[in-house]
């Protein structure tokens, strides 16, 4: 409900577009220390107590953004909110990929991208019209923090009963050994989405800024683009199982890191409404790869050191693309956005260069 509006609950808060820049890289500086240590506790003690202590820390730092008087309050709570995905990611790639056998990864992945998406559908409309109805976007996104902090709550409570109670009897070894055992089709892979999600990270934060700010799209409005890009998600990853059996995987993720390389211009070059509606479209091509790729990971990665080399993946991608938040803020006060979004997407394009020419075939991946 309230997530897609965070920047624009920071600019309430007395934040300028700096201070989202580096919101929106030290999202990714915890993401970069947290993923690791998630995929070290996911190894040696199971999925469950990883999942658990990722939430615990998460509803922390909604208490926190809930009561924070001022942006640099909110800044207080990010080290524990992004505690959830850091943690969240390995963890469910590992229940996912232990759970089914190779062949039915890329189908069980898209159904959980599926159903992971329908609140991700029917949320921002409600934040939207919320926050519209309220006619004050702080008072709206601390009603939606309100309600997340009571969701994620129960989910701890949930979480406490499920999955596996035993912890995962797994070699555990330094981040230089874990490195050195990582498929090179994994390494080849990362190579490619560094550039890629440095594009998407540029504009990160700013996108919302441009449609409200400079477009003056109305909070429901932008609530719609949001629960457009879920609904494209959902649809695409629907017969996703049937599409990888014909072309492929590769194919399937380059399709998502074009879109992710093109969404920031679309939305800056949108002259109307209709023109953004369609970014949000090619934003959720871009979200349905997520199934893909962690169906590629999840081949791609050992067994006997899933949870590890999955944190070390996403630790390495998130200090990869760590300044880019921060220099998209820095080039949208000094320069113009204009500059900001071009830059992404020369990254997004390069990065799909990259993982064409490069990255793992399809083949590599089901040989696993």
Request: aromatic fraction near 12%; hydrophobic fraction near 55%.
């Amino acid at each position: 409900m309230w997530f897609g509006f965070a920047p624009e609950y920071l600019r309430a808060l007395g934040a300028g577009v700096i201070a989202l820049g580096l919101f929106s890289s030290l999202q990714d500086f915890f993401e970069a220390i947290y993923h690791y240590p998630g995929g070290l506790l996911n190894d040696r003690f199971g999925v469950r107590w990883a999942l658990v202590l990722a939430n615990l820390a998460a509803a922390l730092g909604y208490f926190i953004y809930l009561i924070s008087p001022h942006f640099t309050v909110v800044f207080l709570g990010l080290p524990f909110v992004m505690a959830w995905p850091a943690f969240v990611l390995p963890s469910t790639i590992d229940l996912l990929g232990e759970s089914l056998p190779l062949k039915d990864r890329p189908a069980g992945f898209a159904l959980q991208a599926v159903i992971t998406k329908i609140p991700g559908l029917i949320a921002p409309l409600a934040g939207g019209v919320l926050i519209s109805l309220l006619g004050n976007v702080e008072l709206g996104v601390r009603v939606g923090l309100g309600l997340t902090l009571l969701a994620g709550l129960f989910t701890i409570l949930l979480q406490s009963m499920g999955y596996q109670p035993s912890p995962a009897q797994r070699q555990i070894a330094p981040p230089a050994a874990v490195w050195r055992s990582m498929n090179i089709g994994l390494k080849r892979l990362l190579a490619s989405e560094i550039l890629v999600r440095y594009a998407e990270a540029l504009t990160r934060m700013l996108i919302v800024v441009y449609a409200i700010g400079t477009l003056k799209m109305p909070y429901w409005g932008f609530g719609v683009m949001l629960a457009t890009e879920a609904a494209t998600a959902m649809f695409v990853n629907g017969p996703l199982r049937r599409i990888m059996a014909s072309v492929g995987q590769k194919p399937i993720l380059l399709a998502s890191f074009i879109s992710t390389a093109l969404f920031p211009m679309t939305i800056f070059l949108a002259p109307g409404w209709g023109w953004v509606w369609f970014g949000f479209v090619l934003a959720g091509v871009r979200a349905s790869g997520s199934a893909t790729r962690s169906a590629i990971l999840s081949a791609l990665t050992e067994p006997e050191r899933k949870g590890q080399q999955l944190g070390l993946y996403e630790s390495l991608l998130s200090l990869a693309i760590l300044p880019a938040g921060l220099a998209g803020g820095v080039l949208w006060f000094f320069v113009g956005p204009w500059l900001t979004f071009l830059l992404a997407l020369v990254s997004g394009l390069a990065g799909c260069a990259v993982y064409w020419l490069a990255g793992p075939p399809s083949q590599e991946v089901r040989d696993q």
